[in-house]
């Protein structure tokens, strides 16, 4: 059984900064891949940045450069910081992964954390 918790959120001025951390708990954290999605309200749920078993990553256009995203295997953590924010970041951030079985995958989130940013 896989657990994720989301912490760092909150409300930043826009160009502000903000950490976004994600804790699993489970087994073998390093062989996962892990994302970050994010939704608006009113708005379907995106993907915004996501980073392989291998440490290879990839973002949504709207992020690049100015978001990252990294894992520490020892700490069983992924991370997500953001910066020069906008309005249009504001959103609850979710963090994801997934385990594939013969018969299905099984997808596993977090409870999502709220990150407003004020203009």
């Known amino acids: 059984q896989v657990q994720l918790v989301e912490s760092g959120g909150g409300e930043v001025q826009a160009g502000g900064s903000l950490r976004l951390s994600c804790a699993y708990s489970?087994?073998?954290?390093?062989?996962?891949?892990m994302t970050w999605y994010r939704q608006a309200p009113g708005k379907q749920r995106e993907k915004v940045a996501g980073?392989?078993?291998?440490?290879?990553?990839s973002y949504a256009d709207s992020v690049k450069g100015r978001f990252t995203i990294a894992r520490d295997n020892a700490r069983n953590m992924v991370y997500l910081q953001m910066n020069s924010l906008d309005f249009e970041n504001t959103a609850v951030y979710y963090c994801?992964?997934?385990?594939?079985?013969?018969?299905?995958?099984?997808?596993?989130w977090g409870q999502g954390t709220q990150v407003t940013v004020a203009s």
């Open positions: 489970g087994r073998r954290f390093d062989l996962h891949d």
């Open positions: 980073i392989t078993d291998g440490g290879m990553t």
């Open positions: 994801h992964t997934q385990i594939a079985t013969i018969e299905r995958t099984y997808d596993f």
